[in-house]
């Protein structure tokens, strides 16, 4: 919960939601790497502490200008933080591993491609071509900073949108 404390939250601002939640991001992931202990930490099982509480509530209020019901919000909040500190963990290993990210990119591409080269795999050979879309591919993130925010710019708008239907059953 001390490290919760760090985050820096002003009054509300009247701006998108989507700008909000990256502002948070961003802090959320300094947090993680000034602390890489607190991805070893569980991710449940502990009652929130006023700082964490605290974090809640400036999600919450930047979610105010959405749509989204109470619930849908309180769940926004879990899946939001749960994916920050994915990313975070990701970069986390990367750095464990002594990987620079074009390296690994580098590399796991190379063997990719050699293993599409069969034929086996028509989907991916085609994703890794930007065949699919019809599109060329945008290319590797170049840092971890591009990679984070594409990742997070392509995943948050899904989330701030409301549904249009009700869950598909089981």
Do not use: C, K, M
């Not at 998108?16 to 569980?42: K, N």
């Not at 999600?59 to 500190?85: K, N």
Request: proline letters at 8%; hydrophobic letters at 40%; a negative charge.
């Amino acid at each position: 919960d001390e490290a919760a404390g760090e985050y820096q939250f002003g009054p509300p601002a009247q701006q998108p939601a989507l700008s909000g939640l990256l502002q948070l991001a961003r802090q959320a992931r300094q947090i993680y790497q000034r602390h890489s202990w607190l991805i070893d930490l569980p991710a449940v099982g502990g009652l929130p502490g006023p700082n964490a509480i605290a974090y809640t509530e400036q999600v919450l209020a930047v979610l105010d200008t959405t749509e989204l019901t109470g619930p849908a919000r309180l769940e926004t909040v879990g899946i939001f933080t749960g994916l920050v500190r994915l990313l975070a963990q990701t970069e986390a290993d990367q750095r464990r591993t002594g990987q620079q990210l074009a390296d690994w990119q580098g590399a796991l591409a190379g063997y990719l491609v050699a293993a599409v080269a069969g034929g086996r795999y028509p989907y991916l050979a085609a994703a890794l071509t930007g065949q699919a879309s019809g599109t060329t591919a945008s290319g590797p993130a170049r840092t971890d900073d591009d990679l984070f925010n594409r990742a997070l710019t392509r995943i948050l708008p899904g989330l701030l949108a409301r549904p249009e239907s009700p869950p598909l059953p089981q």
